[in-house]
């Protein structure tokens, strides 16, 4: 995990904008590494919806999140930024849920100000914490961190824009780098202007731009253009989910047709075997193979 942390802090000084796009499962992480992305990040309002079939508005618990994810952290090499809402409490549950996530194996944790329930922040009724509690919830986690002996990326998230102000969005996250964050974000920006003012905040301290795809309020930009502007990473949280979902109800129009999905829209079954493991899994079959169990096979058992 430590080396996963390394990885990640090393990519917050590289040159360039870093993409990082969104999973909700171990399956969709692999793809993401396997596509060569060097990070990726869980989105909160997939697992809400992959796992619950509900929406992302506070339904999903701190266990089921921590279950899911360290299904998630564990299946891949790359590093892993956790979406961890708004801590799931007071600053002591920040800590509690820190500690949780670094001993899961990721490397960064992002944490909201949103109250509970939380909700997505391209949503409507978005409400926040009073700022001095939002600034404490951040000291508890680099408190957390420190007492764990751990290194995480902490992500500092405020969804004040749209709960206030923009000047109280800047605002807070001036405060949350003085406290100790590693990197900030603002959700649901409205513009290009609004995106640089972020930039302008404490400039030592990374940004992440959240690349909501499907008509959030943000502008979609290219890495370059947000390279431009002064963000060092970017995500996309619904490409995953959302292709999926499309995929599904075409396969299912398909077989209620009485039919199948076409052969171009799915993998092969070799290929779907490859990519779950199988192809390894038989030749580490082979590698602890006895007499024994060969002869079994031979035999038809």
Do not use: W
Not at 59 to 71: A, K, V
Not at 236 to 246: A, K
Not at 274 to 293: H, L, M
């Amino acid at each position: 995990m430590m080396e996963k942390v390394k990885v990640l802090r090393q990519l917050l000084q590289t040159p360039g904008v870093h993409q990082g796009p969104a999973c909700f499962d171990a399956l969709g992480a692999k793809l993401i590494e396997a596509a060569g992305f060097p990070y990726c990040i869980t989105s909160g309002f997939s697992i809400a919806a992959s796992r619950l079939a509900l929406p992302d508005t506070g339904f999903i618990s701190y266990g089921e999140m921590l279950d899911q994810g360290q299904i998630i952290a564990q299946s891949v090499s790359i590093p892993i930024i956790v979406d961890a809402d708004n801590g799931y409490g007071n600053a002591m549950n920040v800590k509690r849920t820190v500690k949780g996530f670094i001993a899961a194996g990721f490397a960064g944790i992002l944490l909201e100000d949103q109250v509970a329930p939380k909700a997505c922040g391209h949503t409507r009724g978005r409400k926040v914490l009073p700022r001095e509690e939002a600034v404490m919830k951040i000291r508890a986690a680099v408190d957390a961190r420190t007492e764990s002996g751990s290194d995480i990326v902490i992500v500092a998230r405020t969804d004040a824009r749209q709960a206030v102000s923009l000047e109280e969005a800047l605002s807070r996250c001036k405060a949350f780098a003085d406290a100790g964050a590693d990197v900030l974000f603002i959700d649901a920006l409205a513009s290009v202007e609004e995106m640089r003012a972020l930039c302008q905040v404490s400039p030592h301290v990374p940004k992440l731009a959240n690349m909501l795809e499907g008509g959030g309020k943000t502008p979609i930009l290219s890495p370059q253009e947000l390279e431009d502007v002064g963000y060092k990473l970017a995500v996309y949280p619904l490409s995953l989910i959302g292709v999926c979902i499309r995929a599904m109800q075409d396969a299912l129009t398909a077989i209620k047709g009485g039919g199948i999905p076409p052969p171009e829209s799915m993998p092969s079954f070799e290929e779907i075997k490859d990519i779950v493991g199988f192809n390894t899994y038989y030749k580490e079959e082979e590698r602890y193979a006895t007499s024994t169990n060969q002869q079994a096979e031979k035999g038809g058992g």
